[in-house]
């Protein structure tokens, strides 16, 4: 097993039951994404790229098909376990936040430690290590509705990141964001990127999937284009200094799987 | 094993060697109870008005609980402290059968007892003392001024059946009781209300009963009184004296018989002799259907508190209905609470919270709910137990083992009512979830 791999797709379908009829969204995906990569999936709306992100993050199951994540069959757990899977090797950033209104910035943060059973002291103490790294040290006892959406993306990117997960899973991630705001997001992601985290990006929008160094394109169901970024991808040149650190959660996800092994 | 030496990482990962972050191995704890008490309490702090409203159901239904508990030991305690006088050796014959299947409404109200049971009673084996009962009462006036009070009939074995001490004078003489002399004790609130005016010294005085006219010989010693019940509010005069008095309508029943046993160990082996002498007297085959109940100091307790249970189940009723739809509300609310939340519900689940975590998020929700309206319930339940006791005459006994045993009724209805809302956020899609508005 080439520990190389994070995402490995063979054959999958999914196929949705609306009363007596089927809906076929994914008509037999084959995928591989190699640690570090930073993949971008595109497609209009009912491409099955939603699809293959719920199941890419262990949100649900294939009708057919297989998928390993970090090596680990996915395809044959229940929920439990893929709430364990979804708690250590992935992490969400969603277009909409989804941030606990009522929480501070830290409690948002800390959430996924909550469910590894990390005690209160260790999950403070690294949410706030996070959000400083992510240039928000000043605003970790605010709540959400005291933030801007520039600042919400970047508390749950924190959150993603805080159990130095295998795979950043992002849908829409500038959706809700102005122009100026959306770039600053996207830079970050390219600078995780550089730093060592493997990215997935959904997205319609050809223009945020430019930042991505792979290009998989869905239509009706199947990817009809899978393709390479040349090297005019620029490198962040000069990282915000907020974010030097963040390269660690990559590489302590990295070392974790290997010691599993 | 999670535990990592960064050692094998730097080597296959070169390009990101400087600088990096080393986090400590995680350490797990249980926290997750801990994490979703925090997150009940803000919850139901953050709609506290919708919280309060929603919990008046269990707050009533525990104020009930308490309320009924709190009555109940005060009855108790009330007729224990009573009958308790009477001391432990002290058994009482009651006209009327008791056998009727737990419900004793025949007790005392068949007129079976006579002066003839008394006789048969006074040579037992064992027996120390026999006092009949006749309960009556009436003015008792000196000079120009009266006083109503109770006044019973009783012999001169009484004084140490029912254990009065004698202040000043003695009770009657046994040869006194036999001819039925007009004599009486008094107890000292009647002496007060009597004698207290002009400060007269009682003994020898001539007080007058009803028509007729007694020679007080004796004065009670003060006993205070029980559950505002006043003792010393009592005049004793000899039964022979009474029977006679009353005589005109036929022959006067006796209201009850107290017998005393010589020792504690012998008071069941009296209570069966008992029994069997008064089944003689009556008339009754042994086994059969007696008209008299002979009871133990206990067994007269058990009595008096089967009679207030009456009122306790009432209670008890009232509580569990008010429990029922309080629990409804709980879930209702509960229900409400997490279509409101489903959108979090799809976010935990997403970042890793098992059902199992869901669930049990939302039951410790509703547990806190309940457990709040159980604790505000407390002041409720003891404040309509202490207008209840004081209304019946009871003594006001609160007892933290009922407010304990009410809150955790609290808790309980709190898990049985919030498992369905909770199963079915446990249950939800978690894609299903996190797309919803």
């Known amino acids: 097993m080439n520990t190389n791999v994070i995402i490995s797709i063979r054959d999958l379908v999914k196929v949705y039951r609306v009363g007596e009829t089927s809906v076929p969204a994914l008509r037999g995906v084959s995928l591989e994404v190699r640690r570090n990569e930073f993949v971008a999936i595109m497609g209009p709306s009912g491409s099955g790229k939603s699809t293959l992100m719920n199941l890419i993050g262990c949100l649900d199951r294939p009708t057919q098909g297989h998928y390993r994540l970090v090596g680990e069959p996915v395809e044959e757990m229940d ?112 600078y995780l990127h550089q730093r060592g985290m493997t990215i997935v990006l959904v997205t319609h929008d050809p223009a945020i999937a430019a930042n991505a160094q792979r290009r998989i394109e869905l239509h009706d169901g199947r990817i009809v284009r899978d393709e390479q970024a040349g090297s005019e991808l620029a490198l962040v040149q000069a990282p915000p200094a907020s974010l030097e650190s963040l390269a660690g959660a990559g590489v302590a996800s990295q070392a974790r799987e290997e010691e599993a092994l | 094993m999670k535990s990592s030496t960064s050692a094998p990482v730097e080597a296959s990962a070169p390009a990101i060697r400087e600088r990096e972050t080393v986090w400590r191995p995680l350490r797990k704890q249980g926290t997750k109870l801990g994490s979703n008490l925090a997150g009940a309490l803000e919850a139901v702090w953050s709609n506290r008005l919708r919280s309060l409203l929603t919990t008046l159901g269990i707050i009533i239904g525990i104020a009930a609980v308490i309320a009924v508990i709190t009555l109940a030991q005060g009855a108790n305690a009330y007729f224990t402290a009573r009958f308790s006088q009477l001391g432990t050796t002290v058994l009482t014959v009651q006209p009327g059968s008791s056998s009727s299947g737990g419900a004793s409404n025949g007790a005392g109200s068949s007129p079976s007892l006579s002066a003839n049971d008394v006789q048969a009673l006074v040579n037992l084996p064992h027996v120390l003392g026999v006092s009949p009962v006749i309960l009556s009462g009436g003015v008792i006036a000196y000079s120009n001024t009266n006083w109503l009070t109770g006044v019973e009939g009783v012999s001169s074995a009484y004084q140490s059946l029912d254990n009065w001490q004698v202040v000043e004078g003695s009770w009657w003489s046994q040869s006194d009781e036999q001819i039925g002399l007009p004599v009486i004790v008094l107890g000292q609130t009647v002496v007060k ?68 046993a010589d020792s504690v160990n012998n008071v069941s082996q009296v209570q069966q002799e008992a029994t069997l002498a008064m089944e003689q007297t009556h008339h009754i085959a042994p086994g059969g259907q007696n008209d008299f109940t002979v009871s133990t100091p206990q067994q007269l307790i058990d009595q008096e508190n089967q009679s207030n249970a009456a009122l306790e189940d009432l209670l008890i009723g009232l509580a569990a209905i008010s429990l029922v739809v309080g629990g409804i509300g709980i879930m209702n609310i509960m229900l409400v609470s997490v279509t409101e939340r489903t959108r979090e519900i799809g976010l935990r689940a997403a970042v890793g919270a098992q059902p199992s975590d869901i669930r049990n998020q939302f039951l410790v929700e509703a547990l806190i709910l309940c457990t709040i309206g159980g604790c505000v319930a407390v002041p409720f339940g003891l404040g309509g137990a202490y207008l209840l006791t004081h209304q019946f005459g009871f003594p006001f006994v609160p007892s933290v083992l009922a407010i304990l045993l009410a809150i955790g009724v609290a808790a309980v209805v709190g898990i049985g009512f919030g498992l369905y809302p909770a199963a079915r956020a446990s249950r939800l899609d978690p894609i299903v979830a996190l797309r919803s508005e």
């Open chain 2, 193 to 260: 209300n009597t004698f207290g005016l002009t400060g007269t010294n009682p003994i020898g005085q001539t007080v007058r009963w009803g028509r007729s006219l007694y020679r007080v010989v004796g004065v009670l010693a003060q006993r205070g009184s029980v559950g505002g019940n006043d003792q010393d509010d009592i005049a004793f005069v000899p039964y022979t004296n009474v029977m006679r008095l009353f005589s005109a309508k036929g022959p006067v029943p006796l209201d009850r018989i107290l017998v005393q």
């Open chain 1, 79 to 190: 929920a439990r376990q893929l709430a364990v899977i979804r708690n250590r090797h992935i992490g969400f950033v969603f277009q909409t936040f989804n941030l606990l209104p009522r929480a501070t910035a830290l409690k948002n943060v800390a959430l996924p430690l909550v469910y590894a059973g990390v005690g209160r002291e260790e999950r403070e103490e690294r949410a706030f290590a996070v959000l400083a790294q992510v240039g928000l040290a000043n605003r970790v006892y605010h709540r959400p509705s005291q933030l801007s959406g520039g600042q919400l993306q970047r508390i749950a990117i924190a959150r993603a990141l805080i159990n130095q997960p295998a795979l950043l899973l992002a849908d829409e991630p500038t959706g809700n964001l102005d122009s100026r705001t959306s770039a600053e997001i996207l830079a970050t992601f390219r």
